[in-house]
């Protein structure tokens, strides 16, 4: 774990170095955050310290939270030093492309649960919970499906795949993202809805039957609608917002069976434009409803702060408790978890380079599974939640 106090003395030094300079950045005025990385912490003096050595997930079960990671079955197979240490900080695990319908269904009449069931006896055997993702979405479809899947049979393929899948899993499953990312005003549709092959055939009643079929066919798991762009105070956040909070008081006021809002929760480290209060109040108007919320793919996509490790790492920990201390203020949010655990295997590292071409570092852990200080943003964060 990095030493805190060093931590803070630097920063300090960093900001009264740059004093002229931050004449401009006041100029800005919000843009300033991307100009003093350190400034950007509001208080320079933050040493994110943290009080003994409990791993993520003891600090979050002490508040009635569960905390934990996605993770790949090859990871896992070919890294000892990583399977340590996701047992050590996790209570829950999901596979981050396992249970996807490109993984799922090799041909339109197969299944292939090899890599799924690996990674849930891989849970169980270490006394985590196991989280589903995703049974409908609009991505990471099979070859085949573009040329079997038509308006005429879309139904019959939905109703099967999530019957045979959620049943598959029954009395495993601690939560299945049902519907992922149906929403997106860009497409232009009326209603905001995503042009996802699903909507184009079956229209938005697909979202409703898809949550009845899970429920029946597994009646113990958590069913979650899970979206992405919920979480800053942009026009295209608020818009969606407004929009998945209609989605869920109309599937809630008709009956259909969803019990959580997942946030996936992928930050961006140079985005200005969060706002505690809108955020705050979108999660109370979710629990409003009855629903349970989870922060379910959280990160810091780093792509656009700066060189420097110390710096970066800095911004990102700031992200990592601005973000978490909103959320977790908010009872009904029961679970965390990150997309990915140590930054040695991240989806970012493929989809937002940095164009230093040095490593990205958007996890609680680096790449050599030390604790960062994003881990202790985290453990801070969860030790100052209050109890559910
Ligand atoms: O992390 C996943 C990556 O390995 C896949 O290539 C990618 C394909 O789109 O999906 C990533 O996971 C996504 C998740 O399933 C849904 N929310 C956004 C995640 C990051 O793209």
Redesign the pocket.
């Known amino acids: 774990m990095l030493k805190n106090s060093s931590l803070s003395r630097r920063c300090f030094l960093h900001v009264s170095l740059s004093g002229l300079a931050g004449a401009t950045a006041v100029a800005v005025g919000k843009n300033r955050y991307l100009m003093y990385p350190c400034q950007a912490l509001d208080k320079p003096k933050r040493d994110f310290e943290v009080h003994g050595l409990a791993p993520l997930r003891k600090r979050a079960a002490a508040k009635g939270l569960i905390y934990g990671a ?1 993770s790949m079955q090859d990871y896992l197979v070919s890294d000892k030093n990583l399977e340590a240490s996701l047992k050590s900080e996790c209570n829950i695990l999901v596979p ?2 396992e249970l ?1 319908w490109d993984f799922l269904r090799p041909a339109p009449n197969k299944f292939d649960f090899t890599r799924g069931d690996w990674l849930a006896q891989f849970a169980i055997r270490n006394g985590m919970l196991f989280r589903g ?2 049974l409908v979405w609009h ?2 479809q099979p070859q085949w499906f573009k040329e079997v899947v038509n308006r005429q049979n879309a139904e019959k393929f939905l109703v099967e795949h999530i019957t045979t899948v959620t049943k598959h899993y029954a009395g495993q499953m601690h939560s299945w993202d049902v519907v ?2 149906a929403i997106e005003p860009n497409d232009g549709l009326k209603g905001g809805w995503r042009r996802s092959p699903w909507f184009e055939f079956l229209g938005s009643d697909y979202i409703e039957l898809a949550y009845q079929v899970a429920a029946q066919a597994d009646p113990k798991a958590m069913l979650v609608y899970n979206e ?1 762009d919920l979480e800053y105070d942009t026009p295209k956040h608020e818009t969606k917002r407004t929009i998945v909070l209609k989605l869920l008081e109309r599937l809630k006021s008709r009956g259909t069976p969803i019990h959580a809002l997942g946030v ?1 929760s ?1 930050l961006m480290g140079h985005e200005t434009h969060f706002n505690p209060k809108k955020l705050r109040s979108f999660l109370s108007n979710v629990a409003s409803l009855g629903l349970k919320i989870l922060v379910t ?1 959280l990160d810091v996509i780093d792509q656009q702060l700066p060189s420097s490790t110390y710096e970066r790492d800095r911004i990102v920990a700031a992200r990592y408790e601005d973000y978490l201390s909103v959320v977790l203020d908010e009872r009904a949010v029961i679970a965390v978890l990150t ?1 990915g655990l140590s930054d040695r295997r991240t ?1 970012l590292s493929m ?1 937002t380079p940095r164009s230093d071409k040095t490593p990205v570092r958007p996890l609680p852990l680096d790449s050599n599974l030390q604790r960062k200080v994003a881990w202790n943003a985290m453990a801070r964060a969860f030790d100052h939640a209050p109890k559910r």
């Open positions: 996605a981050e492309n996807k993702h995703t991505q990471q992922n990312e992405n996936q992928h793919e997309w989806w989809f």
